[in-house]
């Protein structure tokens, strides 16, 4: 061919060159400006793309010479990219222009070639196609991944050799371009060597080099050769041995999403064993054939494949089938298929490069092996490489972590070299396809992956396709298939091909030994122990039978399966399931496991090129049952290391759990071998004893039994059962489910009929039902049919997605064999209709059932009809849930109308459209749920007996009704049965649907609540509604809201005869009305509510309203609030008050009004007789409140009297306090007078509230001026008010303005108020003279008052009378103020009182006050104290001589004590000097005892705290020496404590001989002096150094006092003939003491008082006591509680209590008793005898029965006895009744405590027979005795004969409301009765309303205790009543009661009406945010409140916050608990002002 032929191939590749250089645009015109001129280049970049400039270059390159043009494109083919040309097109244009013919004839013969291997390949893909689609279908689900790495794929243009064209032209071009290609690449990619081997050629054998195609073509034809004998030999050799073939082998092969995540999940939930099968998969792809597996178009570019296989489904078949497949030409995309198998590439262990390992380690061409190495890695697209076995791979952990290279050169390990590939770094574009088992793909970096496939081995199908295949004999067959399906883990264990074939192996053997029914294996174990002795016969080729020779055989091969056993225990220790020859044990052994097919052997390739075989055993589990073998034959396999290695293995695999790897089923194997059945075979191959073999046995069932124990998940569960069905042993399996607590709960991994198999075993053999609780797990259909099978399963739980229709026609074939099935849940199964129809009839059956869930399904309209339909034949159904189910409205009637049709319906629940529905239903065992609460049955419902009420309820709440579904509900609510609530809210009714509703409602029954809120009503609808209260007269409440969330409610009542109706709503009241004749007189009626809040009304809908109205009579409430009535409507509001006859209350808050409408509404109180209150706020509040009298229930004519009284025609008038508060008003001078006018002309005007307004001082004025006219007024407030100081005064001039005036109090933070006294009147013959005027009080605290003011005020009140209290405390007089005090005080002559603290004064104003000692002699008290919190008072005295004075921290410097020393020197009567916490130092001490010696009526002198040390005392009392009188002089000082202690008392003893008594007790001494005790009767003095007559008393208590301290004072302590008292409790003296004591004793013989409590003496030293006791026969009271009494001590105090006859009093509580029974009974003996006892206090000394008989007998001698108190003393009704029998001549006892014993009813009955005969017995305490309401009724008539009685205590005994209602009675018989306490006596609601009612009676009540009781509404209500009469409580308990908002509301109005009350426990209640709010606006008023208890409640942050505002009033209150309340803890602060007053410490779990 001549030199034009490179223009012609230029023009006829045009096309493809442009395409392929505007890829390199820039560099090829870069390259062609050498050959371009100037204009030609401009010509060309002035082109728009790179297409153009390269078409453009191209048509200027035909305009130059040929040699030109050839030379730049073959300049441009060498120096560019590889990739720029396609290779045919790189070979013409390479050898374009030559003339070379002489390949012509070689060419054309590799082209027919090629065309006769593709037309061959052609038609066997087509044949091939068509047989796989006959027999060999493969199913393929496909996963997608993301990319591999950033490399491209770099050349996607196949190359295919064309046919040849006909002329030397194309001969040439062929042959040129084959030597020029060769050429380019051998420089640039080839090695050196070949590089200088080709260049150096000369031309005539350059010509000659072989073509690359060629090269590449005949390696490719002797792969194909190679491959296809190599597999046709193989499965010739396995059909021979009747392996599984592949044709056989695969049910199919899933390909899945290729996502990451869900890749992992997937892997994550796949469990690698025999006993996983196929399963529910979702996102499936599916494919028909191997071919479409890798043709399937990939998305991107990856080309990395993994198939997962279990070990024996068939990979490596697989991956060889491939291969074959491919020589037939099936996937022709790839040009080679190389396939390497890790267990050969283990064997290389140096470093290799990429042309190595293809074609040493596969198959080596025959010739030119660079050039065929070159063209694989210039087209690596064409290329598929094959890695078989990832999990046998030895360098698997470091995939991720190798060094990978792109260079294919590269020298690098074998993992390297796999990583490089796998990664695409080097051969980018060629397809890698990977095979491995699941968990093992967690070490590769799985984001490179393409697709993922899955083969999941054989199916029943197949089993039995397979079965025909392998049996010759069909009876053979059919008895095969028969075990398999009876026995469903054998079945399980033939999904796996290789399994399948060892289970028909052994199942051919065992057939064919026996002509009877053979006994075939039940467990995976049992059949491995029958395939071990199977392999064995076979082997041996026996012609015995199979049973004789079995033991033998086990015998003969023992030591070879001992190897074969410690080989496969090797390889599980080194992760390995391949073995080499370096790895076997011995050759003896290899040879017999191979002989006898326990091993599979193949062989393997070397690097060298040799041959090596490499063993496997026929299947993994094989190796594990061999392992587990292995350790319960071994012998040096201990009971501890058999437990260490046995575990449970989880489903969930993880990447560190490689180290496991192979242990799958080892513990099961074990389980099994731990079998009964196992003895005989584990005794021969151990060759031990049975015994031995059992204790191994143990070993491994105890730790089942202990793993049972645990924390078990869902899938170690489903092992542990394996274990235990492997066993089978029932008794572990019942042991194991009742340790598992009979519930299985299984989520998110695969079950197989395996699982469920075992599952049910554990489960059958159970004592109890079981749960079985599925979610989101994969199973096979077949699973839930083995559930069917469960004796004992009582609730079943399916959850999941996956299920569907088939599912639930299955499931209802199961669950009519369930008998004990109670609940089905089926929770997002996805059922349908479809689903519905087989699984409604089966339900049908399932008559047991209780509760069925169905939430979440798509049932729709007609499922839902058909499990409606259903329903009628459920009689034990309780529940059933049909939510989330695609319904519609229509759906939801539906549901409805099961009201009409069932007739055990409770209630019916649909709500969000459907997506909650729930049917709860009654049933004869249950007719009263535990969450209902109780009323009267209907009569339908009335079950035998039963007095409890069926609410039923109807919920459908957001369902989408409107008006055209009212008419169908409303049908079905006519013909239904009795409703006690229907809720409708959230629908889309409006107005003409609520009118429908209205017109119906006379025909509904319903006895509770209607809801109808946000429903879309307007005005129009509300006003429709208020008609129904005339209508209908059981609708009780109607409530409407119309805000954004509307809220409309109708409540109803129901009267029911005989039945207690305890709801609030339905409490009858009585109404106290007055006649037309002004006679009053009560009825009982029910009262209702009207609640119209936010319902945009004005004064046209008011009128309407009124009409409506009009002849309401019972309506108790109207709430109008949040309106828009304005001062119009109120106007006409008061104008239709008397129509409207309100009971209780109106509330018309937030209405717009201004100062016109606050006047109006005060105006009513003249208008409308029964108004008690009005309460009106312009403010936020914008509050608004008329209250009647009706609120208020008169149960008794006494309280009716109370408030009548006779008017001037002699008729009886109501007299009802009333009060008007208004708030936030800001009146002015003449509002204030309108007002004031109004309010003098309202009678019975008794409390005025004028707080939180803008009140000016002109305002003020005019309402002090019109004080006097307001003459029923008794409370003025007007806090909250702005009070500057000349208000202060303004209000300090009404004492002198009303003389009613009782107090004034006022405080500069606003609070201000007046209290008024009644006028009062007494008779004086025929005359009315009033009484005289009480004590007042004027408080000014806080009120900035100075010097000025301060004056300006005693000038006020020195006109004013009877002003007893004057309070000028934190205010700002200073010293000269205290000065101005001081020098006014003579002219108050009636003050009582004068609290001047903290006013900022100095030492000097201390001097002020005490100097009004002197100056006034009315002062006969002062007190001073300049601390923070310190007190200054003065106090007054008319005619009193003695006077105190008291100064206190006042830091006194030496000149003020000097002048303080010389005012109270002058005060001659001073009686008490208190001098405390200041500085003194031994001057001022000296100066302080001259005053003193002239103070000669001083009684006792205090110098606590003042720095004075032991010695300045002593010289104290040097000083006092000489000053005879009568002094108590007390110390406290920190050093006065254990040595010092002691010192103290010698010091002065023996400095001081006039000492009487001395007592320190802690820090603290007191020493009396007497002035008569160191003189004899004959005026001379004593000689000291004899005795201490003076000294009485010494008492030491908890100072600290030691054995060496009590041995000092002993000296001391003898010498003192007349001490009569000595006390040293609570010191630590001892053992060591005691005998002290007893030394001590033996010399004072006249002691009368000893108290040696907490002295840590032991039984040894009250024995050493008792000796010195004997000696004190004068003894008259003994205190040794708290200390250790013995046997012996017992025994020897109860000898001397014989002689010790004046003993009075006897203490010994909480004695620690180690005595026996003979001594206490010796302890009780001897007190018997102790005649002169007033009181025994034996607490917690178990006295039991004999002692107590023993005491009892001695108690008729006691004549003088009053207390008792024999608390936990274990007296049972025995003891009891003896010591009742004692008791009866006791009459002066004033106490008796026999709390916490066991007397019973009987003592208690006894006990009460002898109470009326103690006329003085003044306290009882029978608390938790085990009283019932038998002996609670005897002691509750016996109480009544007690009149004395204060305290009853019968806390937590169950007495019940019988007692409860007797002691009521009781109550007024006990006027002296003050606690009262029945803390947790099981008192219900009738009880507790008895009792409150009794309470009323009782007014000297103190305390109250009814906790932990359930006193009810009423009780609650009634306790309210009574506590307005209880003026006396202080503390009030009722903690757990149930008390709600509304009983709170009516507690706190009656204990605002108690004054003294201190503590109230309401704690553990149902109080919320409202009830809060009524507690904290009455807390200001309960003046001596200390603690609220609000633990356990409902309260928010909003109540706590009400709480804070309201405690800022209440100075008194110290704490308010609010533990365990909602309240957040960040927000649980206390606000300023509160003083950390609430106390949050604990806060609620839900926090």
């Not at 050769?225 to 010739?236: F, G, H, L, M, R």
């Not at 049709?901 to 749920?929: E, H, K």
């Not at 936030?1224 to 939180?1252: P, Q, W, Y």
């Not at 006691?1758 to 009459?1787: P, W």
């Amino acid at each position: 061919m001549s030199n034009s032929g490179i223009k012609e191939l230029l023009e006829i590749n045009h096309g493809q060159l442009v395409e392929s250089l505007s890829q390199h645009a820039n560099s090829v015109i870069e390259k062609a400006r050498t050959i371009l001129n100037r204009e030609e280049q401009e010509l060309v970049d002035s082109q728009g793309t790179n297409e153009e400039k390269i078409s453009k270059l191209l048509k200027r390159l035909f305009t130059k010479d040929n040699d030109t043009c050839k030379g730049f494109i073959q300049w441009l083919i060498i120096t560019m990219p590889c990739d720029s040309f396609p290779m045919c097109l790189e070979s013409s244009l390479m050898a374009a222009g030559e003339d070379n013919t002489q390949d012509l004839l070689h060419l054309q013969q590799n082209v027919a070639s090629t065309e006769g291997i593709a037309e061959s390949a052609t038609q066997t893909q087509v044949k091939s196609s068509a047989n796989d689609s006959e027999g060999n279908q493969r199913k393929v689900t496909l996963r997608r991944g993301s990319k591999r790495s950033s490399c491209q794929v770099e050349n996607t243009h196949p190359i295919g050799v064309k046919k040849a064209k006909t002329g030397n032209y194309w001969k040439a071009v062929t042959c040129k371009s084959s030597i020029t290609t060769k050429l380019t690449q051998a420089v640039l990619n080839a090695d050196p060597e070949e590089v200088d081997q080709t260049l150096h050629q000369s031309g005539e054998e350059y010509l000659n080099l072989p073509a690359i195609s060629d090269s590449a073509e005949d390696y490719r034809m002797l792969m194909r050769k190679t491959i296809s004998q190599k597999y046709e030999a193989s499965n010739t050799k396995e059909e021979k041995r009747k392996q599984v073939t592949l044709a056989q082998t695969f049910r199919s092969l899933s390909m899945k999403d290729r996502n990451v995540t869900k890749l992992k999940e997937r892997i994550d939930a796949s469990r690698d064993d025999v006993l996983s099968s196929h399963g529910v998969e979702e996102n499936e792809d599916t494919v028909t054939n191997l071919a479409e597996f890798l043709n399937k178009k990939l998305i991107s570019d990856c080309k990395v494949n993994i198939l997962l296989g279990k070990a024996g489904t068939g990979k490596t078949k697989l991956v060889h089938k491939i291969c074959y497949e491919w020589t037939r030409g099936v996937v022709s995309q790839f040009q080679y298929v190389f396939l390497f198998e890790f267990r050969q590439l283990n064997l290389i262990n140096r470093s290799i490069d990429l042309k190595t390992m293809l074609f040493d380690l596969f198959l080596k061409p025959e010739r030119n092996a660079h050039a065929v190495f070159r063209f694989i890695v210039r087209n690596p697209q064409m290329v598929l490489i094959i890695f078989d076995g990832f999990d046998e791979f030895a360098e698997k952990a470091s995939v991720c972590t190798s060094v990978v290279s792109s260079n294919p050169n590269a020298q690098l390990s074998v993992g390297q070299l796999f990583s490089s590939l796998f990664i695409g770094k080097m051969l980018p574009g060629c397809t890698v396809l990977i095979t491995s088992r699941p968990k093992d793909i967690l070490c590769l970096p799985l984001d490179v992956v393409g697709h993922v496939g899955e083969v999941s081995g054989f199916n029943q199908c197949k089993i039995k396709e397979y079965a025909s295949h392998f049996f010759e004999d069909t009876e053979h067959i059919c008895k095969a298939i028969s075990h398999l399906e009876k026995n469903r883990k054998i079945l399980n264990m033939c999904y796996i091909p290789a399994l399948c074939w060892v289970v028909f192996l052994c199942l051919e053997h065992l057939l064919s030994q026996s002509q009877l029914e053979p006994k075939l294996p039940h467990t995976m174990t049992q059949f491995y122990i029958k395939m071990l002795t199977v392999f064995l016969s076979k082997g041996a080729k026996s012609t015995e039978a199979y049973g004789q020779i079995e033991n033998m055989l086990l015998n003969e091969y023992r030591e070879e399966i001992h190897g074969l056993c410690n080989l496969a225990v090797k390889g599980l220790q080194e992760s390995k399931s391949v073995f080499y020859l370096k790895d076997l044990l011995s050759e003896k052994v290899t040879m017999f496991a191979s002989s006898f097919g326990f091993l599979s052997t193949f062989e393997v390739k070397t690097i060298d090129h040799n041959q090596e075989n490499g063993y496997a055993f026929v299947h993994l589990t094989l190796q594990e049952f061999l392992a587990a073998l292995h350790q319960m034959i071994d012998n040096q396999t201990t009971d501890q290391m058999l437990k260490s290695k046995f575990y449970l293995k989880s489903k969930w695999t993880w990447r560190n759990d490689a180290k496991n790897e192979f242990t799958d089923t080892v513990h099961i194997f074990l389980s099994g071998l731990a079998s009964k059945r196992c003895k005989q075979f584990l005794s021969i191959l151990a060759n031990k004893n049975e015994m031995w073999i059992q204790k191994k046995q143990k070993a491994i069932l105890l730790n089942l039994r202990k793993l049972a124990t645990t924390n078990l998940t869902g899938p170690k569960i489903i092992e542990l059962c394996h274990c235990v069905y492997e066993t089978q042993n029932c008794d572990l399996a019942r042991d194991v489910a009742a340790q598992l607590r009979y519930k299985f709960e299984l989520r998110n991994f695969r079950l197989t009929p395996a699982d469920t198999t075992v599952l049910t075993f554990v489960i059958n053999n159970g004592t109890s039902c079981a749960s079985v609780d599925i979610g989101g797990c994969a199973l096979d259909l077949e699973c839930v049919t083995v559930l069917g099978t469960c004796k004992n399963l009582e609730t079943l739980v399916f959850k999941s997605r996956k299920y569907e229709d088939k599912f639930a026609q299955t499931l209802s074939e199961a669950i009519p064999k369930v008998n004990s099935l109670k609940k089905l849940i089926l929770t997002s199964c996805s059922i349908g209709v479809k689903g519905a129809s087989p699984l409604t009839s089966a339900l049908g059956i399932c008559q047991q059932l209780e509760e069925i869930n169905l939430h979440d399904n798509e049932l729709g309209d007609a499922g839902i009809e058909m499990v409606v339909n259903m329903l009628p034949r459920m009689a034990k159904l309780r529940k059933i849930e049909l939510g989330g189910n695609n319904i519609t409205v229509e759906g939801v009637l539906t549901i409805a109308n099961v009201l009409r049709t069932c007739s055990n319906i409770l209630d019916i629940q649909v709500s969000d459209g459907g997506n909650v529905a729930t049917i709860r239903f009654l049933t004869d065992s249950t007719i009263s749920p535990v969450d209902r609460p109780s009323m009267s049955l209907s009569p339908p419902m009335e079950s035998e007996g039963s007095q409890e009420a069926v609410l039923r309820k109807l919920s459908l709440v957001k369902c989408k009704l409107t008006e055209q579904h009212m008419h169908s509900l409303c049908k079905i609510l006519q013909h239904g049965p009795q409703l006690a609530c229907i809720d409708l809210s959230g629908n889309e009714l409006e107005d003409h649907g609520l009118r429908k509703l209205v017109e119906f409602l006379p025909e509904f029954h319903i006895s509770k609540l209607i809801n109808l809120s946000n429903n879309g009503f307007s005005e129009s609808g509300v006003l429709c509604l208020v008609t129904v209260l005339k209508r209908y007269p059981n609708v009780l409440e109607i409530k409407v809201s119309l805000k954004c969330h509307q809220t409309v409610l109708i409540k109803f009542t129901e009267h029911c005869e005989g039945t207690d109706c305890r709801d609030e709503l339905n409490t009858q009241l009585m109404d106290f009305r007055l006649s037309s004749t002004g006679d009053s007189k009560t009825m009982s009626t029910l009262l209702r509510k009207l609640s119209l809040t936010s319902c945009h009304f004005q004064l046209e809908h008011l009128e309407e309203l009124g009409s409506t109205l009009e002849h309401c009579n019972d309506l108790a409430e109207l709430d109008l609030s949040d309106n828009a009535l304005g001062d119009r409507g109120f106007s006409k509001l008061v104008e239709l008050l008397p129509k409207l006859r309100v009971g209780r209350l109106i509330n018309v808050s937030s209405n717009f009004i201004t100062m016109t409408g606050v006047l109006c509404l005060a105006k009513c109180m003249n208008k409308i007789k029964n108004i008690t209150e009005v309460a009106i706020s312009l403010g936020k509040s914008g509050k608004g409140l008329i209250r009647f009298h009706g609120d208020r229930r008169f149960h008794k004519k006494r309280e009716l009297q109370e408030i009548l009284f006779k008017d001037k025609c002699g008729k009886q008038s109501l007299h009802l306090p009333k009060k008007i508060s208004i708030e936030e008003c800001e009146m002015d001078g003449e509002a204030m007078r309108k007002l004031c006018l109004i309010l003098k002309t309202c009678s019975a005007l008794t409390e005025l509230d004028l707080s939180n307004n803008a009140l000016s001082n002109e305002a003020i004025a005019e309402l002090l001026h019109h004080l006097p006219h307001l003459q029923d007024l008794e409370t003025l407030n007007i806090s909250d008010n702005s009070i500057p100081s000349d208000t202060v005064l303004l209000l300090a001039q009404s004492l002198n303005i009303c003389e009613n005036a009782q107090k004034v109090e006022v405080r500069s933070s606003g609070r201000a108020s007046i209290n008024f006294m009644k006028k009062c009147c007494r008779l004086e013959g025929n005359r009315k003279k009033a009484e005289p005027l009480c004590s007042r009080i004027l408080s000014l605290r806080e009120c900035n008052l100075h010097k000025m003011s301060v004056e300006q005020l005693f000038k006020i009140l020195e006109h004013c009378k009877n002003l007893a209290e004057v309070d000028l405390s934190c205010n700002l007089l200073k010293d000269e103020g205290l000065q101005s005090l001081r020098d006014f005080l003579p002219k108050l002559p009636f003050l009582k009182l004068l609290n001047v603290s903290n006013n900022r004064i100095s030492p000097t104003g201390v001097l002020y006050l005490v100097e009004s000692l002197n100056i006034c002699r009315n002062v006969v008290e002062v007190e001073v104290s300049l601390a923070s919190n310190g007190i200054s008072l003065l106090k007054f005295a008319k005619r009193c001589e003695k006077k105190v004075c008291s100064v206190k921290e006042c830091n006194l410097k030496e000149k003020d004590l000097l002048n303080f020393f010389s005012i109270v020197e002058r005060c001659t009567h001073l009686t008490e000097l208190k001098l405390t916490s200041n500085i003194m130092g031994d001057e001022d001490l000296r100066n302080l005892v001259d005053v003193v010696g002239n103070l000669k009526y001083l009684e006792e002198l205090n110098l606590q705290k003042n720095g004075i040390s032991l010695t300045a005392v002593e010289n104290l009392f040097v000083a006092l020496n000489y000053c005879p009188k009568t002094l108590t002089v007390r110390f406290e000082e920190q050093w006065i404590h254990g040595a010092d202690a002691a010192n103290l008392v010698v010091k002065c003893v023996q400095t001081h001989l006039n000492i009487a008594e001395i007592r320190i007790k802690k820090n603290q001494a007191s020493i009396r002096l007497t002035d008569n005790g160191w003189r004899t009767s004959d005026g001379t003095r004593m000689d000291s150094a004899v005795s201490y007559p003076s000294l009485r008393l010494i008492s030491l208590q908890q100072c600290g006092i030691e054995v060496p301290h009590l041995l000092h004072l002993s000296s001391i302590i003898k010498q003192c003939p007349s001490l009569m008292e000595l006390h040293l409790c609570q010191n630590n003296f001892g053992d060591k003491g005691a005998e002290i004591l007893a030394e001590i004793l033996q010399v004072v013989r006249g002691l009368r008082k000893l108290s040696l409590e907490s002295t840590n003496m032991s039984s040894t030293g009250m024995v050493s006591l008792t000796a010195g006791l004997c000696k004190c026969r004068s003894l008259e009271e003994i205190n040794l509680s708290h200390n250790e009494l013995g046997e012996e001590s017992a025994s020897e105090l109860g000898k001397v209590l014989l002689g010790l006859e004046q003993l009075r009093i006897i203490n010994l509580p909480r004695m620690t008793a180690a005595a026996g029974l003979m001594e206490t009974n010796a302890l009780a003996r001897g007190l018997s005898n102790c005649t002169s006892l007033e009181e025994i206090n034996l607490d917690s000394l178990p006295l039991k029965d004999s002692g107590t008989q023993l005491l009892a007998e001695g108690i008729p001698r006691m004549t003088y006895l009053k207390r008792l108190n024999l608390k936990s003393n274990f007296i049972g009704c025995k003891g009891a009744v003896e010591l009742a029998n004692g008791l009866k001549y006791s009459t002066m006892m004033v106490e008796i405590n026999l709390s916490d014993n066991y007397m019973e009813d009987v003592g208690a009955m006894k006990i009460a027979d002898v109470l009326p005969l103690m006329k003085s017995l003044t306290i009882l305490n029978l608390t938790q005795n085990n009283i019932t309401a038998i002996g609670g009724e005897r002691l509750a008539e016996a109480l009544r004969l007690c009149p004395s009685m204060e305290g009853v205590h019968l806390s937590r005994n169950r007495i019940g409301d019988q007692t409860a209602k007797k002691l009521a009675k009781a109550l007024p018989e006990m006027p002296c009765l003050k606690i009262l306490n029945l803390h947790s006596c099981d008192i219900g609601a009738d009880g507790g309303l008895s009792l409150a009612q009794g309470l009323v009676l009782c007014p000297n009540l103190r305390e109250i205790s009814l906790a932990e009781n359930n006193i009810g509404t009423e009780g609650a209500m009634e306790l309210a009543l009574a506590l307005r009469s209880l003026k006396s409580l202080k503390k009030l308990s009722l903690q757990l009661n149930r008390i709600d908002n509304s009983m709170a509301e009516e507690l706190a109005a009656g204990l605002v009406c108690c004054p003294t009350v201190e503590e109230v426990i309401l704690s553990w209640n149902n109080i919320s945010d409202e009830g809060t709010a009524w507690l904290a606006e009455v807390l200001p008023r309960m003046r001596c409140l200390k603690k609220l208890d609000l633990e356990g409640n409902k309260i928010t942050l909003a109540g706590a916050e009400k709480l804070a505002a309201s405690l800022q009033q209440c100075s008194s209150v110290e704490v308010i608990r609010l533990w365990k309340n909602n309240i957040p803890k960040d927000r649980a602060q206390n606000p300023s002002g509160t003083r950390f007053r609430l106390d949050f410490s604990v806060y609620s779990s839900a926090l």
